[in-house]
T-cell receptor, first 112, second 114 residues
Framework: DGGITQSPKYLFRKEGQNVTLSCEQNLNHDAMYWYRQDPGQGLRLIYYSQIVNDFQKGDIAEGYSVSREKKESFPLTVTSAQKNPTAFYLC???????????FGPGTRLTVL | AQSVTQLGSHVSVSEGALVLLRCNYSSSVPPYLFWYVQYPNQGLQLLLKYTTGATLVKGINGFEAEFKKSETSFHLTKPSAHMSDAAEYFCAVSGNTGRRALTFGSGTRLQVQP
């Protein structure tokens, strides 16, 4: 079955540590996205990539980094520079020029 | 620039009653509009979308929404609520060119009372 997988489902991090969240899709979609969800704030765009080896900052990119070396994969690194990283992170993908986006099941990150 | 406003962070209805979740948008270009549903600790599932054409859009699970350009609204309705409809609902807007990333509202949590 085609879809988007995110791992791990739950992640705990100590302050000052970098952590990488995985996002993989087998939908053959060119575009991939990372969103952050906080209670009562909806989802906010962190980074997006419309093609391999290219990505753009979203609305809240500070403290995050991404790479897009393969079409299927778009990992997100939460760096120690992110002041408030505890949140639910959702990855999404879409075909070129298409909406809507299809979402993965999410990773809940907690900073201890 | 685009934005979405969802009126009411919590809505409670009785089972069998009408569900109405409100969404107003702001967009400088013709918008694409969406409703998503999220169950606890899960990703988002698309309920329905409006891109062009018919302004009354039917989605999954008996939901529908009507695009009203004059009111900049895209309210979600369902004639008869079911217990399984209890979830959080997000309205979102996207442009039809360029950056296709979605801009979301803050969400409405729907409770269904027996």
């Amino acid at each position: 079955d085609g879809g988007i997988t995110q791992s791990p489902k739950y992640l705990f991090r100590k302050e000052g540590q970098n952590v990488t969240l995985s996002c993989e899709q087998n939908l053959n979609h060119d575009a991939m996205y990372w969103y952050r969800q906080d209670p009562g704030q909806g989802l906010r765009l962190i980074y997006y990539s419309q093609i391999v080896n290219d990505f753009q900052k979203g609305d809240i990119a500070e403290g995050y980094s991404v790479s897009r070396e393969k079409k299927e994969s778009f990992p997100l690194t939460v760096t120690s520079a992110q002041k408030n990283p505890t949140a639910f992170y959702l990855c999404a993908s879409s075909a070129p020029g298409q909406v809507p986006q299809y979402f993965g099941p999410g990773t809940r990150l907690t900073v201890l | 620039a685009q934005s979405v406003t969802q009126l009411g962070s919590h809505v409670s209805v009785s089972e069998g009653a009408l569900v109405l979740l409100r969404c107003n948008y702001s967009s400088s270009v013709p918008p694409y509009l969406f409703w998503y549903v999220q169950y606890p600790n899960q990703g988002l599932q698309l309920l329905l979308k409006y891109t062009t054409g018919a302004t009354l859009v039917k989605g999954i699970n008996g939901f529908e929404a009507e695009f009203k350009k004059s009111e900049t609204s895209f309210h979600l309705t369902k004639p008869s609520a079911h217990m399984s409809d209890a979830a959080e609902y997000f309205c979102a807007v996207s442009g039809n060119t360029g950056r296709r990333a979605l801009t979301f509202g803050s969400g409405t949590r729907l409770q269904v009372q027996p």
